[in-house]
């Protein structure tokens, strides 16, 4: 159940238009034409990864270096949205975390928090079952080291003082969360409590991290659309969303080269952002 957790968290991850560039493997793609003055740069993120599978190259570096702005899914820089996920995430219904789980449940699930994860659960009972599934998913990755692209561009964009965008609101994160029935996230809770899903999750996290070291954006799409855990949510998770992106990108573009780093399993298929862009009259390629 792992794997369910890590695809519709990492998404926030063949077709017509696809054909096209379904060979081409690139994390990252040039976006010009369409009158725009200057290029801008779309990049494919894993939101959390081992620092030895951290994929990064100079023509990255430059393509960050040239640009003027930079735009992530969210401004994680605004203090004042980061308070609003943080604030919705909080159950205000009058719920506590122990009353979506039985008894029995609740028991063993303070249990695992307390012996593989080092936390008291008691400290997310005035949270949503998906705040603390967020949090399991952030602790299960297997490494002493893990990096964190959006940190990482933060602070480098700080240092270059450009200036930070976000693609979405908080209640745009939120409300894709949510779409997420409560019941589908508790049970997931407790296959991985319960360890359930056999070591399927981890092995399909490395499948997942292995196409991005390869930088297959397709064989990534297709890893995170196939997997349990999207469900009947591929739509709101991930297609309606780049729909959205594609006229915000355009009117950023238009008076600055921007930097859009996303979720690489954003990118490809016939509705992803580079399907869209090519759509929209844009011109993207890849960079190699």
């Known amino acids: 159940m792992l794997r369910k957790t890590i695809s519709y968290l990492t998404i926030i991850f063949v077709c017509s238009h696809f054909a096209a560039f379904s060979q ?5 793609w040039e976006i010009s034409g369409n009158g725009l003055k200057k290029p801008s740069y779309l990049f494919g993120t894993i939101h959390l990864i081992c620092r030895p599978d951290y994929v990064w190259s100079d023509r990255m570096t430059k393509a960050f270096d040239g640009t003027e702005k930079v735009c992530l899914e969210m401004d994680l820089d605004d203090m004042n949205v980061m308070m609003e996920v943080s604030s919705g995430l909080m159950d205000k219904t009058g719920k506590k975390l122990s009353s979506y789980f039985s008894k029995s449940d609740y028991t063993r699930l303070k249990a695992y928090m307390k012996d593989s994860v080092g936390m008291d659960l008691t400290m997310f009972e005035m949270m949503k079952p998906v705040a603390l599934q967020t949090m399991m998913v952030t602790k299960s990755t297997s490494c002493d080291d893990a990096a964190s692209y959006e940190d990482s561009l933060m602070k480098v964009a700080k240092k270059q003082g450009k200036e930070l965008l976000g693609l979405e609101s908080a209640k745009d994160q939120l409300d894709a969360l949510e779409s997420i029935p409560v019941d589908t996230v508790v049970a997931g809770i407790m296959d991985v409590v319960d360890g359930k899903d056999n070591g399927e999750g981890e092995a399909e996290y490395h499948k997942l991290v292995a196409a991005y070291r390869d930088q297959d954006i397709a064989l990534m799409q297709k890893l995170i659309v196939e997997s349990e855990g999207l469900g009947g949510n591929a739509k709101t998770l991930v297609d309606d969303r780049n729909r959205k992106w594609i006229p915000l990108m355009g009117e950023m573009m238009k008076s600055n080269s921007v930097f ?28 190699k």
């Open 24 to 28: 081409e493997k690139s994390l990252l």
């Open 260 to 287: 859009f780093a996303v979720g690489a399993g954003h990118l490809a298929g016939k509705n992803g952002v580079i399907s869209l862009l090519r759509a929209g009259g844009y011109t993207v390629k890849a960079v």
